[in-house]
């Protein structure tokens, strides 16, 4: 096995564009001597400028000591031809994401390098064992997907091939330790982790925007109360339809129209019509000098004269409501049975304000649901369809004035937050399930590749496995769609009682 953790090392780069850049940077700095080659006459040298003209910007700031930079600089070679790359013991190729153009190029290093150097592709996208099988030696093929800038996104997936050698895996596990990122080991499935991970929060959060629900700045409001950095309709923006929305129909594809990766015909037809988001301006949001323009909330009146009835089937949720309710200066109704002229808050998990309504014998036309999962930094209101307007105000004036963000949405099951968490868990469990990843890797690549607050598993035990499951079981049958039907993984931990981060034994 090639040892990549110590010692002397030569790595290759083919492609010397954003990514390129970014794997010369961290691997110099980390003690690798590497060889730029760019097909482009005088992009290699161009690489090595740009990269050395960043080293020496971090170390005015003292990020870098000098004589550091000045010896991570002297590890950086431009390589004229592929043949420069002989001496290599792993080659990295970041060129374009074309299945023929990274075949053909493999097909040319393999004339080249030694029989034992590893050939790493940075593919997001494409099959790495369709790569390999174009090899003579195919199973010293790996996958080494990095995520863009490299040297702030401290995680690299490591694709195990079909046809790939075990120990290709583990050189290359640890190469990314000693560039200083972490490697999670995935098998070769579409969208790796990270990319198939991420289906849940957007594709769920589209379904909530394609049924009315709520507005794209209403879904952002309630999914950065939730701990996300960015909500669904900014980061869209901020991607780029033309980017995400080919990324959504791919991994759909690839996996058979699996109903849970289905993507929305919203963003294919904002695509369509030229809103892509920040590069054209305009797509959920509206942009002037590259910030958005701000969407007005509805103001929320004083607290009124309105008693507040809140359901007693969760004593604990309900305590929290009623702490709301009177900071707000509301009056309470602690009758068993709500007043004739009260407000009567229900508090689901999985159902919406109509099921819960009918479900405790209360008058819908004067129930507003509150999302009980959510009452620590965000509080979402929903009505039935015929919730009276004043109805809805004084809940919103009740509540609204307790110290936290408000949002008021239209009828839905699981609300939004609930809705979009339980398909981020589940999706999570299924590549658990599949044994794409081990239970750690998968929370590690989540956390690192996308920025969430938890990883998918983690964030199943943080809401409880039973819980999440009763929101999928509710989901399901109140939509009949495939999309919502739990991963085993889940089903079984649930029952058991145990952690969604406990593996097989």
């Not at 150097?117 to 996208?125: D, E, F, G, K, Y």
């Not at 049958?477 to 981060?501: E, M, T």
Request: hydrophobic share 45%; proline share 7%; with cysteine.
């Amino acid at each position: 096995m090639l040892n990549t953790t110590t010692g002397e090392l030569v790595l290759g780069i083919v492609g010397t564009g954003l990514m390129g850049r970014g794997i010369a940077q961290i691997s110099a700095q980390a003690g690798i001597d590497v060889w730029l080659f760019d097909a482009r006459a005088g992009a290699a040298e161009e690489a090595r400028t740009a990269v050395a003209a960043t080293l020496d910007t971090l170390a005015a700031k003292g990020k870098l000591d000098t004589a550091a930079v000045t010896a991570a600089v002297a590890r950086l070679h431009v390589a004229d031809a592929l043949a420069d790359l002989a001496g290599c013991r792993v080659v990295i190729e970041a060129i374009v994401e074309n299945l023929d153009a990274k075949r053909e190029l493999f097909r040319q290093l393999e004339d080249v390098v030694g029989d034992d150097c590893i050939l790493a592709t940075n593919t997001s996208s494409l099959p790495v064992t369709a790569i390999a099988a174009a090899c003579r030696l195919p199973g010293r093929v790996g996958g080494f997907h990095f995520f863009s800038p490299v040297p702030l996104m401290k995680v690299v997936e490591v694709i195990d091939s079909v046809v790939g050698e075990p120990w290709v895996g583990d050189a290359l596990s640890g190469l990314a330790r000693r560039i200083g990122h972490r490697p999670v080991r995935a098998s070769d499935t579409p969208g790796f982790i990270v990319n198939h991970a991420s289906r849940g929060y957007l594709t769920e959060s589209l379904r909530i925007l394609g049924e009315g629900i709520a507005r794209p700045a209403d879904l952002d409001r309630i999914m950065r109360g939730a701990g996300f950095r960015m909500g669904p309709c900014e980061l869209l923006d901020l991607t780029g339809l033309d980017v995400s929305q080919p990324v959504m129909e791919s991994i759909y594809n690839q996996y058979y129209q699996e109903p849970r990766y289905r993507p929305s015909p919203i963003t294919r037809q904002r695509l369509a019509a030229g809103l892509l988001g920040r590069k054209t301006g305009r797509g959920f949001y509206t942009y002037a000098d590259g910030k958005a323009q701000p969407v007005p909330e509805e103001t929320i009146p004083p607290a009124g004269a309105t008693p507040m009835w809140v359901s007693r089937r969760d004593p604990d949720r309900r305590k929290q409501v009623l702490a709301l309710v009177e900071a707000s200066g509301a009056p309470v109704d602690d009758g068993e049975t709500p007043g004739a002229e009260s407000v009567c808050i229900v508090l689901p998990i999985g159902h919406d304000a109509t099921t819960a309504a009918l479900a405790e014998g209360l008058d819908a036309r004067r129930t507003v649901a509150v999302d009980p999962l959510g009452l620590a930094r965000h509080i979402t209101l929903m009505t039935t369809p015929i919730t009276l307007p004043t109805i809805r105000d004084a809940a919103r004036a009740a509540l609204g004035n307790a110290g936290l963000p408000l949002t008021a949405i239209h009828d839905s099951p699981g609300f939004v937050a609930q809705r979009v968490l339980a398909m981020i868990v589940n999706i999570g469990c299924d590549i658990a399930q599949q044994r794409i990843a081990t239970p750690d890797d998968i929370d590690g690549a989540v956390t690192l590749g996308l920025g969430y607050p938890q990883g998918p598993l983690a964030f199943g035990d943080a809401l409880g496995p039973r819980t999440v499951l009763d929101i999928l079981d509710t989901l399901h049958a109140f939509y009949r769609d495939p999309r919502y039907r739990p991963s085993p993984w889940l089903i079984r931990r649930a029952r058991l009682g145990v952690s969604l981060l406990t593996p097989e034994n």
